[in-house]
């Protein structure tokens, strides 16, 4: 089965809704591709205690805030689940699902998308499929020969799976404070970390670190001296589980270990920590496995882009992926001004070929009674 349309939007989580949600207000005709069963993207297989770093009335997507989460500061991920599988519905997003994409080619004028469920070719394609599905653990030596259970972020639920055993968490980013944070009190653990954790200020969430990535984008993009984004904040987000954890005492880091042996690890002065379990809290990568037929992956493993298009393939975008393809444009509220850039680029690509009624940078739409929300509640 091969279907024609304008856009096809690789993945159904927050950034390809919000792909969505602009491609439909300029009047482009589009589908995204879900590999998931269920809305809600990463957020449905986060462990249970992660909760955002703002409020929810700066963790919102473009066209609708996310509502209040009672007796809660910083929404949960449940939350979060519940809040994007609304804004599907109310949008009336067309999402199809589960679709696993294979594979991106070129095909003339068109990009080729395969999948497990037919082909879509299309004027353009926004790749938007983040980074959990492909997680990184660093190849520390005699790691495979540990006996006990190694897991990382991305398969960590509870304590309750570890109550009563010597865990060692490895990373000094929020996940791996989160987590520590987290088994602390019914675990015997270790905290390792690179380098000494910094904390950002308390009084920081989200919304500052967003104002602080746009800040720097801003700075490149006119030519004066790099501000250090983020980065120049610190690396863990004071969220109260942590700074609850770390003020009583018990959120204290370790340097890295030299290598793992079947029973534990191993310090640089010879030491031995025994462990039954090692999560890895050490990050994940681009997934891009779908767009290697085009060949655009540079030797860091990141495809070269002006603002969220691909230098090399005009017709794709990449959303959502970090700051590389907009600033803070991995977080709720940081990715909606990349989406609504990459649907404006993609609605003039789409005008100059169809010879749509234009404007600036997008065509009027059809209707925008698409866009009215087809409920009103939210979760």
Not at 325 to 332: D, V
Not at 342 to 367: M, Y
Request: with cysteine.
């Amino acid at each position: 089965m091969t279907q024609t349309t304008q856009a096809v939007v690789v993945g159904g989580g927050q950034a390809g809704l919000a792909a969505g949600y602009h491609l439909r207000r300029l009047g482009v005709d589009f589908v995204i591709l879900d590999a998931q069963i269920q809305a809600g993207g990463a957020w449905q297989h986060a462990w249970d205690s992660l909760h955002l770093f703002s409020p929810a009335a700066y963790s919102s997507l473009p066209g609708r805030l996310m509502p209040i989460q009672t007796g809660e500061t910083y929404p949960d991920a449940r939350h979060v689940v519940g809040y994007l599988t609304d804004y599907e519905r109310c949008y009336n997003l067309p999402v199809h699902r589960p679709v696993r994409v294979e594979g991106v080619h070129r095909d003339g004028r068109l990009l080729c998308v395969e999948t497990n469920a037919g082909t879509w070719r299309a004027e353009a394609v926004v790749s938007a499929t983040g980074t959990w599905w492909r997680p990184f653990v660093p190849a520390v030596p005699g790691r495979s020969d540990f006996r006990g259970r190694q897991l990382h972020t991305v398969e960590y639920r509870s304590p309750r799976d570890f109550a009563g055993q010597r865990v060692i968490v490895v990373g000094g980013g929020n996940s791996g404070a989160q987590i520590a944070a987290d088994l602390v009190y019914d675990t015997e653990l270790t905290w390792v970390t690179q380098r000494p954790p910094r904390f950002l200020a308390d009084d920081i969430d989200g919304r500052a670190l967003f104002d602080a990535a746009t800040a720097r984008r801003r700075a490149l993009d006119e030519g004066r001296p790099d501000t250090g984004g983020v980065a120049s904040l610190g690396d863990i987000v004071a969220v109260p589980p942590v700074r609850d954890a770390r003020d009583a005492g018990l959120l204290k880091a370790s340097p890295m270990f030299v290598r793992i042996e079947r029973e534990g690890v191993v310090w640089a002065d010879g030491t031995r920590t025994p462990a039954d379990a090692v999560i890895w809290c050490t990050g994940s990568r681009p997934a891009l496995s779908h767009l290697a037929p085009m060949g655009l992956r540079g030797p860091r493993g990141h495809i070269a882009t002006v603002g969220t298009r691909s230098v090399e393939e005009p017709r794709l975008h990449l959303l959502g992926y970090g700051d590389w393809t907009g600033p803070a444009s991995a977080t709720l509220i940081g990715v909606g001004r990349p989406a609504r850039e990459a649907a404006r680029e993609i609605s003039a690509l789409v005008s100059a070929r169809t010879g749509l009624r234009h404007f600036g940078s997008s065509h009027v739409a059809p209707s925008l009674n698409a866009l009215r929300p087809a409920v009103t509640h939210a979760p």
